[in-house]
């Protein structure tokens, strides 16, 4: 473990003695030193006390300030603002780079699927996880579907009622209050959204970067329409730092139990049951949502019969819609 880390680590338990880290991890004291000067740097205001240095009470949303605490197997690299956190965590792929959560305050070249645009202003939690999963890349949507259960967990330990929507959005569904930026109006607004990449041979995934993008402490009037905030829906800021902290915690741990993931995203779907169109690369199918099957597929009870659905757009329709 480097200092830094060393440093952060012991900093939960309480104040931290210079001298004795720095004999602790057989470093210099001035190594322990720039350490700390590092982590001040990067906005982690550790205090100097009588009795050693003291983590801050309520650390900023910055690399140390998310690592602070985190049990995720993830080191977190900040930025203020990148284009893309997904652009980003596919050159440290290229690098030969793994298990990093790239974080933006604000990106000025989101993507969503199919190359729509993600608008990413400053306030939003920007999140890619890259990782090098020893699956098949037949198995990465279950990813996707783990990042949905993951964002739809923090979000309702936020206090927000969040569902999912095959396969990749977060709504938040029901009454239309004031406060959220209409258009959508099939009783779903999007709270986030994910985008999973990936490069892989026949039988093994090389990278998988699962971006996700949270509208968190943002006004619905600066996003697309059809679009609500987690500052919209709970009338206040959530804290930035814990609401990630809890989604890469949610994260890891159902990726490193795939068979936990295809039943928590069935508790929280809001598509299963319903009427839905998808719009597929093969054509539109319209039917009942009755089932997603591994490793995501989603089951359509048509007029022809059951087809499984692997990837496409889909739109939640009431049942009186006739197509
Ligand atoms: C998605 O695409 O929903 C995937 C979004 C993934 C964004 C994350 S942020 C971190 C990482 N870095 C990136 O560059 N991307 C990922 P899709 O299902 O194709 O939905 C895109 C559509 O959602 C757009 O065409 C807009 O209509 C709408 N949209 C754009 N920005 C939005 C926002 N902030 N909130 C809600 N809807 C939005």
């Known amino acids: 473990m480097d200092t830094r880390r060393a440093l952060l680590s012991a900093l939960e338990s309480g104040p931290v003695s210079g001298p004795a880290l720095a004999d602790e991890l057989g470093v210099s004291r001035a190594a322990v030193w720039k350490a700390v000067e590092g982590l001040r740097e990067e906005g982690f205001a550790v205090e100097s006390a ?73 306030g939003g939690v920007w999140v890619s996880v890259l990782t090098r999963p020893a699956v098949a890349p037949a198995r990465a949507p279950l990813f996707t579907l783990a990042a949905a259960v993951a964002v739809a967990d923090a979000c309702r330990e936020a206090g927000v009622d969040a569902t999912i929507k095959w396969p990749n959005d977060v709504l938040v569904a029901g009454s239309d209050r004031g406060n959220r930026n209409d258009g959508d109006g099939r009783g779903g607004h999007k709270l986030a959204g994910i985008l999973t990449e990936m490069e892989g041979e026949a039988d093994r995934v090389s990278w998988l970067v699962v971006g996700v993008g949270v509208n968190a402490n943002l006004d619905p009037e600066t996003l697309p329409a059809g679009a609500t905030s987690l500052r919209a829906e709970r009338g206040e800021d959530v804290d930035r730092r814990r609401f990630l902290a809890r989604l890469l915690e949610r994260y890891a741990e159902l990726a490193a139990d795939p068979d936990a993931v295809l039943p928590a995203w069935r508790e929280r779907a809001n598509t299963l049951g319903r009427r839905v169109r998808v719009e597929t690369p093969g054509g539109i199918v319209t039917g009942r949502a009755v089932d997603v099957e591994p490793p995501g597929a989603l089951v359509v009870e048509t007029d022809e019969g059951r087809t499984r659905v692997h990837a496409g757009d889909c739109e939640h329709l009431r049942d009186a819609d006739a197509r």
Do not use: K, M
């Open 50 to 122: 009588a009795d050693g240095y003291v983590a801050p009470a309520d650390p900023a949303y910055c690399a140390a300030g998310i690592e602070f605490g985190l049990d995720a197997p993830y080191v977190v690299e900040y930025h203020e603002r990148l284009p893309s956190t997904n652009d980003r965590a596919r050159t440290l792929a290229a690098d030969g780079g793994t298990d990093v959560a790239v974080v933006a305050d604000e990106q000025t070249g989101g993507r969503g699927r199919l190359d729509r645009e993600w608008v990413a202003p400053s």
